[in-house]
């Protein structure tokens, strides 16, 4: 299965949790933590000293709380975020976060979730996962209430697959001459398993067109911070260069040019774009960012097909 995350093994002293050399075998358990540069789910072996149910989830909610000995990886909540209570009803876990929670990005948002889901899950007698924080129920950027979740919520890549490859062929959207509609170019792509769809999309945009009389919708020089997907959402973080770089086109071709080509080629129905880890912000003159884009043809140019 295709995975949006890419699971690094990690040394970690902290709690139980190491690295698995090779040859060795698996732990039962995975503890979760964030990369440095915070883009990254790392996901680590570990031997719990509990084994009932509500001792487990008791030690989980103390690892997640507890900041690694290890400087190469940081703890998956923010700052001065913490859990401090859970309940267990019908299979479904709550936990009750204390602390700055909303203040996060929102591709570290996405992250944080799915640590907690994967690491909570694994205990037996737990499906669900359900976050509320001091504001209440965690809620969307669109405001809508995120309900309970569960492993399958969220899509990622097994370190084992990190060397295997895919071949592709993917429909991609450009500007036009005149940079006021869109056009398609088909590029057939080898592309590592590890590396989520959306990313490779995204990667293929920032490369441009290939094609006489097709223009690019992305500055050469954009950084992609980082791709996660949840609940059929595609979040996609770029860096400063997506706002400040030139290109004659209209306001709408280039989030258009992305969300038609995400949408149209990996199991998404939205997708939202931030910058530099903030969503809350106006793409030229007024494209919200704060707001999932679905699909749209209607700027792509006639007969472009």
Request: charged share 25%.
């Amino acid at each position: 299965m295709r995975r949006v995350f890419s699971i690094l093994a990690a040394l970690l002293l902290l709690a139980g949790c190491s690295r698995q050399e090779d040859g060795e075998t698996p732990g039962d358990y995975m503890m979760y933590y964030l990369s440095l540069d915070g883009t990254q789910v790392v996901e680590a072996a570990c031997e719990p000293e509990k084994t009932d149910g509500g001792e487990l989830i008791q030690e989980f909610v103390r690892w997640f709380n507890e900041t690694p000995k290890e400087e190469d990886y940081q703890r998956l909540l923010a700052k001065d975020v913490e859990i401090a209570d859970y309940t267990l009803t019908d299979r479904t876990l709550t936990l009750k976060l204390t602390g700055p929670y909303e203040e996060m990005s929102r591709p570290r948002d996405v992250l944080v979730r799915a640590g907690l889901v994967r690491g909570f899950t694994q205990v037996s007698g737990v499906d669900r996962v359900q976050i509320v924080t001091d504001q209440g129920d965690l809620k969307d950027s669109a405001g809508n209430v995120i309900g309970p979740m569960t492993r399958e919520s969220f899509v990622e890549n097994a370190g084992k697959e990190i060397n295997n490859y895919q071949y592709t062929t993917l429909t991609l959207y450009f500007a036009n001459e005149t940079g006021d509609h869109l056009v398609t170019e088909t590029r057939s792509v080898y592309y590592s398993t590890s590396m989520p769809l959306e990313r490779v999309v995204v990667e293929q945009l920032v490369k441009g067109p290939s094609e006489a009389g097709h223009y690019a919708v992305l500055p050469s020089g954009t950084n992609i911070l980082s791709v996660t997907t949840s609940d059929d959402i595609a979040y996609i973080n770029l860096d400063d260069t997506f706002m400040n770089g030139a290109l004659s086109v209209a306001q709408e071709i280039p989030v258009y040019a992305l969300v038609n080509s995400i949408t149209t080629n990996c199991p998404v129905q939205k997708v939202q774009l931030s910058i530099s880890g903030e969503s809350d912000v106006t793409f030229r003159e007024s494209m919200k960012l704060n707001q999932f884009y679905e699909k749209d043809l209607s700027y792509l140019e006639e007969n472009s097909e």
